[in-house]
C-alpha cells in the first residue's frame, strides 16, 4: 500500500505551520505597518469562544448618619464582550523550476507576500471592518454625541466640527474640546490616529499671526505630536468628508484589542495550478471594542 508522509519541505499532502521565528518576523513587520496592531491591545486564544466580563459600574452609594439604617443600593452591572473573528489568507506561486533552481528564496518570498497582504488586510479590518467573514473594527461600534455622564457603555462619543463638510471655522478649538473630553485617566498613553491628508490639514493651521500652531516633526530630535501628545498615521482613516471621523484620539490599548486565534499557517499545494507549487498561508484573527469611555473621535457633522 503506498503511504504519504507529512513534513515541511516536500509532498503533495503536506502542511505546516510557520516556524516560531518566521512567525515572530512576519509580526515584526506587521507591527511596523499596520498601524492599529502597533497601538492596540492584543493577545492570542485557543478558541474563538473566548469571551470576557466588563464591569459597567453603576454601584449606588449615599452618605448616612452614625446610627442610621443602610438601605440596599445598586450593584454593578456586567457585560459581555466578545470579538469578531475572521480569516485572512494569502496564495502565492512559484515555478517548481524556480524551487529547482535553489536562486528563489522561498522563505523571503512568502514572507514579503503575507506582510505585504496581511498588513492592509488586517489594518482595514481592524480600522472599520463590518465584522462579516472579518474583525468588526473600532470604527465600526456605535458613536454617540452623548458625553460619559450619559452615553451607555457600547457607545463611543464623537465631537461634531459644526460643519456638514469640514473641520470647522475653528478646528484647533476642535481639536482642543476633543482631547479635553477624554477623562484624565485615559489621557495616560493617548494617541491621535488620523490619515496623512488629514494630518496636512492640521499642520495648515495657523494663529491670527499667521504662525503655524503645530509643526509635528519638523524640529529635530522632537517627537511627531499634536497638542503635545503623540499621533499615529493611519492610512484606512476617512478623509474629511461629510458624516465621517477623520479623527480619533485616546488610549486605544484600553479600547480595542486585536485576538490572535493560534498562529499562521502554511499549506504548500502542489495539485491546483501545476506546475506551480503554491503556498497557502491562512490567520484567524478577530477584534473587539473593550472600554468605550477610551477613545473619542471627530465626526465631520454640523451638530
Known amino acids: ?178 482631547q479635553d473630553s477624554l477623562r484624565s485617566g485615559y489621557r495616560v498613553n493617548a494617541t491621535w490616529m488620523l490619515n496623512s491628508n488629514t494630518l496636512s490639514a492640521i499642520r495648515q493651521i495657523k494663529d491670527a499671526d499667521g504662525n503655524y500652531l503645530w509643526r509635528p516633526g519638523l524640529e529635530r530630535g522632537t517627537p511627531n505630536q499634536i497638542l503635545g501628545d503623540p499621533y499615529v498615521v493611519n492610512h484606512n482613516m476617512p478623509k474629511i468628508k461629510a458624516g465621517k471621523m477623520p479623527i480619533a484620539f485616546g488610549n486605544f490599548k484600553r479600547a480595542y484589542t486585536i485576538v490572535d486565534r493560534i498562529g499562521i499557517r502554511v499549506t504548500r499545494d502542489a495539485l491546483t495550478q501545476k506546475p506551480y507549487i503554491g503556498f497557502y498561508v491562512t490567520k484567524r484573527v478577530g477584534g473587539m471594542a473593550r472600554d468605550t469611555l477610551a477613545v473619542k473621535a471627530i465626526k465631520v457633522a454640523a451638530a
Open 1 to 178: 500500500a503506498e503511504t504519504k508522509d507529512m513534513n515541511t519541505i516536500v509532498g503533495e499532502d503536506g502542511g505546516y505551520a510557520v516556524p516560531v521565528e518566521m512567525s515572530r518576523t512576519i509580526y515584526e513587520m506587521l507591527a511596523n505597518d499596520n498601524p492599529m496592531r502597533a497601538v492596540c491591545d492584543s493577545l492570542t486564544v485557543s478558541t474563538e469562544e473566548y469571551k470576557e466580563m466588563v464591569n459597567t459600574g453603576g454601584a449606588g452609594g449615599g452618605w448616612v448618619g452614625e446610627v442610621e439604617a443602610r438601605p440596599k443600593t445598586d450593584s454593578p452591572t456586567l457585560a459581555e464582550i466578545k470579538p469578531v473573528f475572521g480569516e485572512i489568507y494569502a496564495f502565492p506561486f512559484a515555478t517548481q523550476r524556480s524551487l529547482d533552481d535553489v536562486f528563489f528564496d522561498l522563505e523571503g518570498y512568502i514572507l514579503r507576500e503575507v506582510e505585504k497582504t496581511f498588513a492592509e488586510k488586517e489594518n482595514d479590518a481592524f480600522t472599520s471592518g463590518n465584522g462579516v467573514n472579518k474583525p468588526k473594527g473600532l470604527f465600526d461600534y456605535p458613536f454617540e454625541a452623548a458625553d460619559d455622564d450619559s452615553r451607555k457603555y457600547g457607545s463611543f462619543q464623537y465631537i461634531a466640527t459644526g460643519n456638514a463638510s469640514t473641520l470647522g471655522s475653528n478646528p484647533a478649538d476642535t481639536l482642543m474640546s476633543l
